[in-house]
Nanobody, 118 residues
């Protein structure tokens, strides 16, 4: 089972980016999917998560600006980021809980860099 993240880049403050993370391999189902980020010199933090049933959770710092969604048919999770701020600059990682054979497999994506200029 592998994750492939994409969509990072350089954007000006106030701009938008959309991150994608697709899971591939032996997948029977996917439980929670989430995005995390790690800024230079800081610990990795949870940005947003979405459960299999669609329930979502957001860090206070991104509420109202970011939207997490998932396409179960494509085994893909998205993060729509609007009104970006310089403090959103970080490497963004996706994380998924995958039901596979012989059991659950938890995977991190490779990370995609988001840089927001002021």
């Amino acid at each position: 089972v592998q994750l492939q993240a994409s969509g990072g880049g350089l954007v000006q403050a106030g701009g938008s980016l959309r991150l994608s993370c697709a899971a591939s391999g032996s997948i029977l189902g996917i439980k929670a999917m989430s995005w995390h980020r790690q800024a230079p010199g800081k610990q990795r933090e949870l940005v947003a998560s979405v459960l299999a049933g669609g329930g979502t959770n957001y860090a206070d710092s991104v509420k109202g600006r970011f939207t997490i969604s998932r396409d179960n048919a494509k085994n893909t999770v998205y993060l729509q980021m609007n009104s970006l701020k310089p403090e959103d600059t970080a490497v963004y990682y996706c994380y998924t809980e995958i039901v596979s054979l012989p059991g659950q497999v938890n995977r991190w994506g490779q990370g995609t860099l988001v840089t927001v200029s002021s």
